[in-house]
T-cell receptor, first 108, second 115 residues
């Protein structure tokens, strides 16, 4: 069975500091990994997906199959990055398996 | 911009009562998902539809939960009877059939409180 682990419930950083939200997964096949974000009073939305290999709002994430990780990184955090972040795994077009989420708090 | 719609946004009920939630996916999205999100956890799949057919309902507590998508468009999730442990956010999501364009779009959710 697939599983997604986000070890940190809360990550608090100061504005301008680097950010790394950790995500580890277990899955025997070739997974598709995503990061979803939920800003205050908004719906859950896609931030980025590993196959796109692009930077969204300054965030990047690299799939490391050897370490089964998909950590989300940003070099300089902004206050508007404060939100709930979920790592998710998709297997062969089926439903997403989510981690428990990490709340990112960027302090001024 | 098209969005997934859900109603009601909030529902308070007493245990043993019946509740129903409605979801209208983005037009043209063949795949529809119902997730349940308990406070402090990530969403977990309850049921997945492809058009009007159930693809995955392995995590749906079928003794009390039912879901339908009769015409392959909107969907209803029902709980009867509701239990205290059913208090959660119920999220609906939809996506295109294409595996290469399978981004899931989420609705605002229905927050259920069972007293």
């Amino acid at each position: 069975a697939q599983r997604v682990t986000q070890p940190e419930k809360l990550l608090s950083v100061f504005k301008g500091a680097p950010v790394e939200l950790k995500c580890n997964y277990s899955y025997s096949g070739s997974p598709e990994l995503f990061w979803y974000v939920q800003y205050s009073r908004q719906r859950l939305q896609l931030l980025l997906r590993h196959i796109s290999r692009e930077s969204i709002k300054g965030f990047t994430a690299d799939l490391n199959k050897g370490e089964t990780s998909f950590h989300l990184k940003k070099p300089f955090a902004q206050e508007e990055d404060s939100a709930m972040y979920y790592c998710a795994l998709n297997r062969e077009g089926r439903a997403l398996t989510f981690g428990s989420g990490t709340r990112l708090q960027v302090q001024p | 911009e098209a969005e997934v719609a859900q109603s009601p946004r909030y529902k308070i009920t007493e245990k043993s009562q019946a509740v129903a939630f409605w979801c209208d996916p983005i037009s043209g999205h063949a795949t529809l998902y119902w997730y349940r999100q308990i406070l402090g956890q990530g969403p977990e799949l309850l049921v997945q539809f492809q058009d009007e057919s159930v693809v995955d309902d392995s995590q749906l507590p079928k003794d009390r939960f039912s879901a339908e998508r009769l015409k392959g468009v909107d969907s209803t999730l029902k709980i009867q009877p509701a239990e205290l442990g059913d208090s959660a956010m119920y999220l609906c999501a939809s996506s295109l059939r294409d595996r290469d364009k399978n981004e899931q779009f989420f609705g605002p959710g229905t927050r259920l409180t069972v007293l």
